[in-house]
């Protein structure tokens, strides 16, 4: 079957590989639409370590092709949305319970792109497909849903980590597709004032429309200072979605005492990160700093799911770009790649979803 | 100084008493706007003991006239908004941290028409004040302060104790008015599908406002069974805001396992509930069952107003009467105790509040 | 295959049955060493329902004789510990957290005497065998290791539910195995003083070995009032492992505000139970109610042998009783459903465990 | 009166100073023992900014000699433990509950050699007296008190915020006085293997008594390494109770996926931590990382008295060196600031304690 990947680092192209086997849990899915992200570029350029002849793509929603003997809940000709994290469930890191991230190993249940080819193939395997694979809610489209399984599902799991209440005072660094899904999610936690950090015209666009009440942009000055004016001294919680080396120091200083800072943010391996003990509270202050990836499993997607069609919760509002055909995947991905200002989210309708949605 | 309240059970009027003392920490109220509850006419009826001599009413907004000398943070002329609760901080129960409401005693942070006169009077006695008063939020309207003093802080708190997460199902028995704000607050925390119980026509439209996306009646037939085909077998979160003796059995039934049942009605001490095992799913399926009343303090009406102000949440859409004069006490109490069909909430503006909002 | 259970209700016997089929990730277990449990006989007399044709047993520690070709962690040979409660890991109920009880259906991650023969046979199945089951920890005895299937786990989950804290005043409702493993576990969390109700001396005399600080005893007077006098008006944990329709009301009496109650007793179907509303504070004081049985998983076993091992903990001083020999199931059974007042706990060797320990 | 204290940075003595004065809802206590700490040295030499003319010490038990009007628990000649964290309860900070350490800003519930003069002096004030000051428990010695105040409450602080569970591995790093501390907490919440990090042998042997399994030492190699040995790859809990810049990077790398770094270490305002994303899983692992210092309040230090009387934890067993007088605060605090290898904690009683422990 035909992928599009990497053949080797900074070497993307059109693959040809076997088709994926099924065991007796598994299924294997053909995609409808998928969305490139910025962790498959982030892979191609070697940011996971020296990947060869590896399919790309982990955001997709499909129709399950074949399933393994035992599968009970899925059959062929099933429409399907697919998070990007698919535990193995026998894993003995699920029973430790935080976000079933972890099965075998740090990190496991990623498997797409990591351990698994992508899903940017004719074909793609899916392990445990009781547990990991859903139905499309009623109410949702496939685009909504689309959003589910890695943008809204990683950005909302930054407010949960964040423990944003009611009435919290809430800042958002990044507000790239998972910085706007965290503005999202923490507006409809109830939180208080609501400050997305960011330039971008659309983005900053969605911000609002996302429930923003406040965007600060570092071409007005230092972002930290203008955090800690607006908020009296700092924020109840800080969601990272995005930044460099010094984005764990700024998320501290513009963190209030007894205040979490959450990261959703992909660190490179290299890197040390600033540290100061002053923006810390010298270790006193009861600041937590809580990290973490997208929650694994099918029962999260549901949920979301039901954010959409019972809140009215419009997760397709990041897409900001949308191609047609297989071929696409692609430019798709080049356009990920180049970052242009007026990029969001793209997705790439592989056909033409005879009644995915009906 | 004059003051609406009850001689003895079931006997109210306007009693003639002295103006209250002012400690050192403390603060004197006088009510710009006040609302009856139906834990004032509950006092009045003997529901909470043989109280004599005891002036009505715990929820106002109004203007500080005297602060004891060691209050830094209130002068005279102020305007306040007043929790229903406002604990004596120094007591020991507050160090267990739980909501801060039982502070020297079990249910001892609730004063007004408890250990302390009510609102309803010329002036009020507020102690602690630093830490139990608060000035109106910018954006908020002192009718919508007044709301959070007890309904919204009463019926979020249910909310909070049933642990409401993304894509819940929630289901809010009763949609007077603290179960009308558990519905709000229950869609502010990103609840899925949200069904409101109850069938006067004026509280299921703001419930249906207020972000419920089913309401069940009574009329129709039986809640339970109605509450479990909708749900598939039971909801994750039951919040009780009303009923009777068979209540708590009810809100089990229509729980599934691993839910939380949390309740923020008052029930009758000489009551014996309803407890059917086979509800509670045998002790065996983790349905929690969770209860307690209103939360104390500053804090947490300045972080309700902050949700006002910044989340566009109208808490005063609950007012479905409105008094003028501080003779109108009286009305507005019997009001209360009509129970008319059409009635939410109503509120009893003393004066003409010059300047209060401004 | 032999095996011991029930033709049906109140008709206990030797069963003679196809040795259990072995799915691919799952494996066939002997056991080595059985105890019964009143969970066993509740189950013959009808407690759980109208049984036919099961052996019972669901508490052993086993040698493997098969594995599905999925399983990567047992190897026929391998002498296991097996949980009590054995999750079907991809049912989506695991998704929801709660201690993995409630797999694909509420109590559906119990499978021994309930949706599958009970481990009192010569064989028995094991679903999901890297999952569930685990290698005898170095430094743990096949017998302690065999009491952390269900009492252990059991009653350090009452201890886990009711989040007993440092210096919490607990009480132990009953004494039997499960009760005696809860004082056990609120010792090992830093519980202050620790109340034990019951009256059989060897189980007093245990329940002083693993922490308790005071004994209460019915005989003696109204244990509630005892309790209150005792805590100067409740305690901060009350868990309950054991009694009947009254045992609620008692415990949420014993309970002070802000309190926990934490029940891991198993309530008859038919019962409706006590419930009076004073001693549940009305609604009003914050006593949680929680409940539930024994968590599922290798894990789990593994962290209680982690406390046997480093901690000192002694989990086989609950062995009152020991038998020799497969026949001896019988008599085991017998004993555990009469009840004898020197009873705690029995367990039958089935062989002599050759090199089982070493 | 006279005190002991620092005229300035580095410049210690004897000061001549008022005796404070004592507010409505406050207490005047004399010291009867006292224990120097670090954090006093600390001070002296600067490290909590250019203080002058400040009496040292904050951690004492003594008898009141003044309370304020409004006191209702405490009267002259009372026997006391003091919490050296005393809370303003006043403080907004309060409500937002954390371990009341930041009332009315951050750290500011830590009022002795801070915002007021320390206890080592005549005389020394105590805010709040009936939230803050509690008599001794029955069974507790005033030694085993005065150790509650400040190194077991801080220690076991730590463990709760590591939140250690049944059977977690757990490091401490650091086995001084806190650290001792934290892995006799450890102990006490039911961990599995213990390791403490550190090389002075009369740590050694009370971190053994104390519950360690396991001692590590930088002697015998790099202990980040010996740790990820002795785990298998990380911990589950890693507390840290010293140690300089690289401490941070150092508990991460010894922390498995999903693990929780406590640290109550004051780091110094200067630094900036070493912080590889490496070691942090790249922020996709869920490795948490908490801090704060000693929680504040009467309650707190109950329950840890409890946890002595009822547990039969001796928090004494850290005390190594002792001084008798007034005068000998001197050569205490001289003692603390050597650190002799010899020394664990030093204490001076001031007098001959007639009748403190009766």
Same mark, same amino acid.
């Not at 929603?61 to 949305?81: Q, S």
């Not at 597709?177 to 004032?193: E, H, K, N, T």
């Given at each position: 079957?035909?992928?599009?990947?990497?053949?080797?680092?900074?070497?993307?192209?059109?693959?040809?590989?076997?088709?994926?086997?099924?065991?007796?849990?598994?299924?294997?899915?053909?995609?409808?639409i998928?969305a490139?992200?910025?962790?498959?570029?982030?892979?191609?350029?070697?940011?996971?370590?020296?990947?060869?002849?590896?399919?790309?793509?982990?955001e997709a929603v499909?129709?399950?092709?074949?399933?393994?003997?035992?599968?009970?809940?899925?059959?062929?000709?099933?429409?399907?949305?697919?998070?990007?994290?698919?535990?193995?469930?026998?894993?003995?890191?699920?029973?430790?319970?935080?976000?079933?991230?972890?099965?075998?190993?740090?990190?496991?249940?990623?498997?797409?792109?990591?351990?698994?080819?992508?899903?940017?193939?004719?074909?793609?395997?899916?392990?445990?497909?009781?547990?990991?694979?859903?139905?499309?809610?009623?109410?949702?489209?496939p685009e909504?849903a689309l959003m589910?399984v890695?943008?809204?599902?990683?950005?909302?799991?930054?407010?949960?980590?964040?423990?944003?209440?009611?009435?919290?005072?809430?800042?958002?660094? &990044?507000? +790239?597709? %998972?910085?706007?899904?965290?503005?999202? #999610?923490?507006?409809?936690? @109830? *939180?208080? !004032?609501?400050?997305?950090?960011?330039?971008?015209?659309?983005?900053?666009?969605?911000?609002?429309?996302?429930?923003?009440?406040?965007?600060?942009?570092?071409?007005?000055?230092?972002?930290?200072?203008?955090?800690?004016?607006?908020?009296?001294?700092?924020?109840?919680?800080?969601?990272?979605?995005?930044?460099?080396?010094?984005?764990?120091?700024?998320?501290?200083?513009?963190?209030?005492?007894?205040?979490?800072?959450?990261?959703?943010?992909?660190?490179?391996?290299?890197?040390?990160?600033?540290?100061?003990?002053?923006?810390? &509270?010298? +270790?006193? %202050?009861?600041?937590?700093?809580?990290? #973490?990836?997208?929650?694994? @499993? *099918?029962? !999260?997607?549901?949920?979301?799911?039901?954010?959409?069609?019972?809140?009215?919760?419009?997760?397709?509002?990041?897409?900001?770009?949308?191609?047609?055909?297989?071929?696409?995947?692609?430019?798709?991905?080049?356009?990920?790649?180049?970052?242009?200002?007026?990029?969001?989210?793209?997705v790439?309708?592989?056909?033409?979803?005879?009644?995915?949605?009906?």
């Amino acid at each position: 079957m035909r992928g599009y990947g990497m053949f080797s680092v900074n070497n993307p192209g059109w693959l040809e590989k076997e088709r994926p086997g099924c065991g007796p849990y598994d299924a294997i899915v053909t995609p409808r639409i998928v969305a490139p992200c910025s962790s498959d570029t982030h892979s191609l350029h070697g940011g996971s370590g020296p990947k060869e002849n590896m399919i790309l793509g982990h955001e997709a929603v499909g129709t399950v092709v074949e399933v393994g003997a035992e599968v009970k809940g899925f059959k062929p000709g099933d429409f399907v949305v697919v998070p990007c994290v698919t535990p193995d469930w026998l894993g003995l890191g699920i029973q430790h319970g935080k976000s079933f991230s972890h099965d075998r190993r740090p990190f496991g249940s990623f498997k797409f792109i990591s351990s698994e080819d992508g899903v940017m193939a004719e074909f793609f395997h899916v392990i445990h497909a009781d547990a990991n694979l859903t139905h499309l809610a009623e109410g949702v489209t496939p685009e909504q849903a689309l959003m589910t399984v890695d943008m809204m599902s990683t950005g909302f799991y930054g407010v949960e980590m964040a423990d944003v209440r009611y009435g919290d005072t809430v800042v958002v660094i &990044g507000i +790239g597709p %998972v910085g706007l899904m965290a503005v999202g #999610g923490a507006a409809l936690r @109830g *939180a208080g !004032r609501l400050i997305g950090i960011g330039t971008r015209p659309n983005c900053v666009k969605v911000a609002r429309e996302y429930g923003a009440t406040d965007i600060v942009s570092y071409k007005e000055g230092d972002v930290v200072e203008q955090v800690r004016e607006l908020t009296g001294g700092g924020a109840d919680k800080v969601i990272i979605a995005g930044g460099g080396k010094d984005i764990l120091a700024q998320a501290l200083a513009m963190t209030r005492e007894m205040g979490t800072v959450a990261s959703v943010n992909y660190f490179d391996a290299a890197d040390t990160l600033a540290f100061p003990t002053l923006a810390w &509270g010298l +270790g006193m %202050v009861n600041k937590d700093i809580r990290s #973490g990836f997208c929650p694994g @499993g *099918a029962v !999260r997607i549901q949920k979301l799911m039901d954010v959409i069609r019972y809140r009215g919760f419009d997760s397709s509002k990041i897409i900001s770009h949308t191609f047609r055909g297989f071929e696409k995947m692609e430019d798709a991905l080049k356009l990920m790649d180049s970052k242009t200002p007026d990029l969001i989210k793209p997705v790439v309708y592989i056909d033409d979803l005879p009644g995915a949605a009906a």
